[in-house]
């Protein structure tokens, strides 16, 4: 059977005159075919071997045999119940073009260019705006069906994606991946600067800000610049003077969850963060973070104005006052300015009459 002979299937053209070229003298007449509208029971899908598929110069596309269920004359196989996968006919041009990298259609509005009808349609919604699928039990709607599918799973709660190595389950496929490497200990992400490894892209992604030194969310108050989204929000409650987090053994509040917890183990004398090279433990993961540094060596943070680089992102943050002459604070005595918080805690003990440095040998 030729691919011409699938293309007049595919147009609804073959005529009766065709069947025995189409079907082999030995095989059923075209009076014997029911149409789609009257098929009742199950039509085996057609196969077209490697060689009866061929590109426009005749190159063969497909390595193996491939099934395909004919668009006018057979209905699709209701193949939920097996394992087969027969491609329909209608997908094949689709599926050939997967292989020779060919992309028809072209974003009217961008220069982006797609293998398939579908991809476009979504893809112009970007520019539209367009969010034809409505969730029905909130206001949200989406440009992708498969998204409001993913979406519905927070109003059931319903948890698809099992891990195979313990107890819990996701709503989304990619969820259940990155957990996975939680298993493995795979991070397949690494940077090319450094050599550090990552389990998520996105951890990768917020990492290199540390060698570009690019900060992309700016303070609309003061325009301080920020490398993460999260820290934008912290520092945003420095100037609404926020702290929402209230500690239930004494008075102090705090403007992050984080740190009420960290601060709760002061009364309780926690300390659930071990280091595994000495035994010291911590109260803080980042003081555990820190302190690793000092077994190895790790400076991480690089001034994006000399070469010199850091252990801690304090000293960074100190060390780049030395490049912008900025001096934070202020004495409210006598107006001197600092460039660091221990040169003024150091300053006030002047006014207070303090000598904290006296000499051992001679009394002054």
Not at 170 to 177: E, H, P, R
Not at 303 to 319: A, E, I, N
Request: hydrophobic share 20%; with cysteine.
């Amino acid at each position: 059977m030729s691919e011409e002979n699938l293309k007049l299937n595919m147009s609804g053209s073959f005529k009766k005159e065709d069947s025995a070229a189409y079907f082999g003298q030995s095989g059923c007449g075209f009076s014997e075919v029911k149409l789609k509208n009257e098929i009742e029971e199950e039509v085996e899908p057609i196969v077209i071997q490697a060689s009866e598929i061929k590109s426009e110069e005749g190159i063969e596309i497909f390595e193996e045999p491939i099934a395909f269920t004919g668009k006018s004359y057979f209905v699709k196989l209701d193949l939920t119940q097996t394992e087969e996968k027969p491609y329909q006919f209608s997908n094949l041009k689709n599926h050939q073009r997967k292989n020779t990298g060919e992309k028809l259609y072209q974003c009217s509005q961008c220069d982006k260019t797609f293998t398939s009808k579908g991809n476009i349609v979504n893809h112009l919604r970007t520019h539209s705006g367009e969010k034809p699928y409505q969730c029905s039990q909130c206001d949200k709607a989406f440009s992708q069906n498969g998204n409001l599918v993913k979406h519905l799973r927070t109003h059931t709660e319903e948890k698809p994606y099992q891990c195979s190595q313990c107890d819990k389950a996701f709503s989304y496929k990619g969820v259940l991946v990155k957990h996975h490497r939680t298993h493995t200990g795979e991070k397949p992400y690494q940077c090319r600067q450094c050599g550090k490894v990552f389990t998520q892209k996105n951890s990768l992604r917020i990492h290199l800000r540390t060698h570009t030194g690019e900060k992309p969310y700016q303070c609309s108050q003061c325009y301080e610049a920020l490398s993460l989204s999260s820290n934008l929000g912290k520092h945003q409650k420095t100037h609404t003077g926020e702290k929402p987090y209230q500690c239930n053994q004494c008075d102090k509040a705090f403007m992050q969850n984080s740190l009420l917890k960290s601060y709760l183990m002061t009364h309780t004398g926690e300390k659930p963060y071990q280091c595994c090279q000495c035994n010291k433990a911590f109260s803080w993961k980042t003081h555990l973070i820190d302190h690793m540094r000092t077994h190895t060596g790790e400076k991480s943070y690089q001034c994006s104005q000399c070469d010199k680089t850091f252990s801690y992102k304090g000293d960074l943050v100190k060390h780049q006052r030395t490049h912008t002459g900025e001096k934070p604070y202020q004495c409210r005595h006598c107006g001197k300015v600092f460039s660091q918080k221990s040169s003024l805690r150091f300053h006030l003990k002047t006014h207070a009459g303090e000598t904290p440095y006296q000499c051992r040998q001679f009394d002054i």
